[in-house]
């Protein structure tokens, strides 16, 4: 099957079902959700697509910069589908534990601003913490920024 555009791909992800001589389970049907078989492999690309998607006329429009606190899943995808509608990404994070992500994001042309904290969660008391960093440069420059906030969008 042939595909027009990355973004075709995006969710729809297939179903596999696990043999119960596999699960032992009685009486139920188990199944497992490939979500390796979306474009970035994650099941993050839903999420960023889905986020950025129903805004993305208006960030063209407006000339803004996708920003969103992320260091590795949500960043890949969003820049993809940033960089092909020629918007610019920028993500902020604490670390990037893989270097294969780095450049990837700096190969689809990422702004990564990276900053010194430890920890994987978001912690509003860490000076460092790249989620409240994200959303503080969004607040002041809502002019320059669109910040779909994979922590708190619903």
């Known amino acids: 099957m042939a595909y027009e555009s990355v973004e ?50 208006e960030i063209k429009k407006e000339d803004k910069t996708v920003l969103e606190a992320s260091s590795g899943n949500t960043a890949k995808a969003m820049s993809t589908i940033s960089s092909m509608h020629g918007l610019e990404f920028k993500t902020i994070t604490n670390r990037i534990k893989y270097p294969a992500v780095r450049k990837i994001l700096k190969t689809l042309g990422t702004d990564i601003e990276e900053l010194p904290g430890l920890s994987d969660c978001p912690d509003p008391n860490d000076p460092d913490n790249f989620h409240s960093q994200a959303q503080d440069i969004a607040e002041k420059n809502p002019e320059e920024y669109f910040h779909p906030d994979q922590y708190f969008n619903d």
């Open 8 to 57: 075709e791909l995006i969710g729809n992800t297939p179903l596999v079902k696990i043999d119960q001589d596999i699960h032992g389970l009685e009486n139920i049907e188990l199944y497992a959700k490939l979500e390796y078989y979306n474009p970035f492999g994650s099941l993050k690309d839903r999420v960023a697509y889905n986020m950025v998607k129903p805004e993305l006329e």
